[in-house]
Structure formats: C-alpha cells, structure tokens
T-cell receptor, first 116, second 110 residues
Framework: DADVTQTPRNRITKTGKRIMLECSQT?????MYWYRQDPGLGLRLIYY???????NKGEISDGYSVSRQAQAKFSLSLESAIPNQTALYFC???????????????FGPGTRLLVL | QKEVEQNSGPLSVPEGAIASLNCTYS??????FFWYRQYSGKSPELIMS????GDKEDGRFTAQLNKASQYVSLLIRDSQPSDSATYLC??????????FGKGTKLSVKP
C-alpha cells in the first residue's frame, strides 16, 4: 500500500461549490503539506502543518482552508471553487527534527481538479 | 521572496550521453538541497539530497553543490529514454519548507 494517499484522484466540480481533498499517510510523519501545480508555474505551497496543533499559510492560501484531523490526516478545502483553482494538487509529508528527516518530503499521487 | 531558478528546457540529449541540469538559488543561508524527478501527470519523487559543498554520487546520478556560487546541479550519466522527465530542484527555506524551482524538462532520444 502507498505511504501517502490522496482522495479523490480526479474531481470535476462547478463554480461556487465547496469541495474537500483528503490526504492520509502511514509514514508516521509529523509534517504535512498541500501544494498545487500548474503548467509553467511549478509547485506552489498552499498550507503546511508541522504537527496536529500547528497550521501555517503558504505562498497561495487565499481561497483555501485546511484541517489537520490527526497526525495522519490533512484535508484541503476549497470553500467556493472558482475556475482558476483548476490544477493538480499534491499532498506531501516529512519527518521531524528528532528523526533528522524533517526536510525530505514524500508526495502523494495527486488529485486532478477541474472547476467548471 | 526566496527564489530557485532552473532553465525550463527542454533539454534534449542522446541516449548514453551525460545530461547536466542546473539550479541557482537566492537565499545564501540555505543549507539543504534536493532533486526530484517528475514524470508527466505523476507525483515528484526524490532522487537525491545534498548538504555539503562538492559532489555526491548515487548510481548514475551525481549532485554537485557550490554554496559560494549558490549553485546546485544534477548530472545523469549514461542517460536512458526512461530518464525523460521534468527535474525539480528544491531548497529548504527559512520556514523549514521546500522552495521548488519550476523544473527542467529532459528528453533523452534513443
């Protein structure tokens, strides 16, 4: 089984709808991240969480919110989806300072989102 | 805003040749550097990390770091068509996150 999973893998929605993308991991990592990827723009950080009680905005957090339900789960919500949020979304995880692997990130398979 | 710059390519090399991918970064205090490979429509996968000046080799891959010049590179020896992908350079920023370059697309021609 994959260490980092994302659901759904593909999603089509309409403008104004609220949707949630989910990420789960079995790596035992404390740190989790949400990115979006657009052609020509690379990977951009939306939100990140270094532990269950720590949530931080990334480069492009407007229009998004997150919830860290447990160490293993980190969800991304689009409160009112708009077409320019059409993108490929990735969740990633990394370890802790105590294990020395806090910087190496491992990515989930991605969610392809289309907002009509 | 800290930046990581890569030539977008595409970089085209013949099979068996050495592919050289380059990356520069703006934050002089950065200490940790990563190379990821991403096939079209797939997620990035870690190839190598490098933390000290000099070269680090892993199989056909060699990462090179020059902190004085704020430059990190990836060499792929004996390039294979299966190496055709986009290569992402990433640098750890001041908040402990990775800052990614936009990637260089590599095409290895049989």
């Amino acid at each position: 089984d994959a260490d980092v999973t994302q659901t759904p893998r593909n999603r089509i929605t309409k403008t104004g709808k609220r949707i949630m993308l989910e990420c789960s991991q079995t790596k035992g990592h404390d740190r989790m991240y949400w990115y979006r990827q657009d052609p020509g723009l690379g990977l951009r950080l939306i939100y990140y969480s270094f532990d269950v009680k720590d949530i931080n905005k990334g480069e492009i957090s407007d229009g998004y919110s997150v919830s860290r339900q447990a160490q293993a789960k980190f969800s991304l919500s689009l409160e009112s989806a708009i077409p320019n949020q059409t993108a490929l979304y990735f969740c990633a995880t990394s370890g802790t300072v105590w294990t020395g692997d806090q910087e190496t990130q491992y990515f989930g398979p991605g969610t392809r989102l289309l907002v009509l | 805003q800290k930046e990581v710059e890569q030539n977008s390519g595409p970089l085209s090399v013949p099979e068996g040749a050495i592919a050289s991918l380059n990356c520069t970064y703006s934050d002089r205090v950065s200490q940790s550097f990563f190379w990821y490979r991403q096939y079209s429509g797939k997620s990035p996968e870690l190839i190598m990390s490098i933390y000290s000046n000099g070269d680090k080799e892993d199989g056909r891959f060699t990462a090179q770091l020059n902190k004085a010049s704020q430059y990190v590179s990836l060499l792929i020896r004996d390039s294979q068509p299966s190496d055709s992908a986009t290569y992402l350079c990433a640098v750890v920023g001041s908040q402990g996150n990775l800052i990614f370059g936009k990637g260089t697309k590599l095409s290895v021609k049989p």
